[in-house]
């Protein structure tokens, strides 16, 4: 039966695997925790019918995810060189501390 008009949805759970199987390289709680943070911004919607997410859902939500991952690979990459220059520098830990705690609020 064809879906012209979106009637039948896809499950949440059924679009979680798809992709955290999409994703196997990395581990499947930090996929979901971007997919949960997906969902509640709004951005992967609560209800997806099956054609709308073989047609333009999908490659749209991995699309996402991978800058998701990007984007918090980045920010983790700084934060490492933050740490290591501050370590060679001697700065002092309550001003690194800090410094980190404001990094990881960007996040």
């Known amino acids: 039966m064809l879906d012209y008009y979106g009637s039948i949805t896809k499950d949440n759970q059924a679009i979680t695997r798809e ?3 999409h994703f196997k390289d990395y581990k499947q709680n930090y996929i979901e ?3 949960d943070f997906l969902r509640t911004t ?8 099956v054609s709308g997410w073989m047609v333009f859902g999908s490659s749209q939500m991995v699309t996402e995810i991978k800058s998701h991952i990007y984007n918090d690979t980045l920010l983790r990459k ?8 501050s370590n060679s520098l001697n700065i002092e830990t309550d001003i690194i501390r800090e410094i980190y705690h404001k990094l990881r609020l960007a996040m």
């Open 78 to 85: 700084k934060i490492v060189s933050f740490v290591m220059a």
């Open 19 to 21: 992709l955290v199987d």
């Open 33 to 35: 925790e971007i997919i």
């Open 42 to 49: 709004g951005i992967l919607p609560m209800s997806n019918s």
